[in-house]
């Protein structure tokens, strides 16, 4: 192994750490309490090193919501796959709207970074990075199914998105009562697949 490739082993092992830290420390304490100085003490490394590899807490973020993306695309496709009847079309829809729904309220810091607090990622444009684009293509092959002639099923798919999103926001802060969500999301799914 060339001590080129050792070196870029060792950087991208201490983005990993930082990016980790990150997500773990937000989870635990909101992303207020992240912050390089309290990063850097908590991986050992300087706060020098932490800017060597992102510009601030921002690019931190940004890193932690792809990788939240990734986790998420995940979650769905197997959400998806685990289907009883893949021909129902409202079975997948409410395979990724559970999942979807569980996964922000399990991860709420991790979620905040993927799609509340203001990330430098584009978002809906071919730029976006591979994660934001396959967890958006995980929801666009769970509402296909229900589009019907004229729909635009990007823009649906979108719709649903922020309906999920929506649901679960007011869910959060408290303008939603927590036990009639599931209700809720039968509701969604009902209506949506009716189109």
């Known amino acids: 192994m060339s001590i080129q490739t050792r070196r870029e082993r060792e950087r991208a092992e201490r983005e990993r750490l930082i990016v980790t830290a990150a997500r773990e420390l937000a989870e635990a304490e909101g ?23 992102f510009k ?43 999942t979807y729904t569980s996964f922000a309220r399990r991860r709420p810091a ?36 229900v589009a019907v002639e004229g729909d635009e099923p990007g823009l649906l798919t979108e719709t649903f998105w922020a309906a999920l999103h929506g649901l679960v926001t ?12 599931e209700r809720r999301l039968d509701l969604l799914i009902g209506h949506f697949a009716a189109i």
């Open 31 to 53: 992303w207020d309490a992240v912050t390089t100085r309290r990063l850097a003490a908590e991986i050992e490394y300087s706060q020098p090193v932490l800017y060597s590899h």
């Open 56 to 98: 601030g807490k921002g690019a931190i973020m940004a890193a932690v919501a792809v990788q939240g993306c990734a986790d998420l695309a995940a979650e769905l496709r197997t959400a998806r796959a685990g289907l009883r009847d893949p021909r129902d079309p409202r079975e997948p829809l409410a395979a990724v709207a559970r």
């Open 110 to 145: 991790l979620y905040d970074a993927m799609f509340t607090h203001l990330v430098d990622l584009p978002f809906a444009t071919p730029e976006a990075p591979a994660p934001l684009q396959e967890a958006f293509g995980e929801l666009l092959l769970a509402v296909e199914p």
């Open 170 to 181: 007011l869910m959060r802060s408290g303008r939603l009562p927590e036990e009639a969500h």
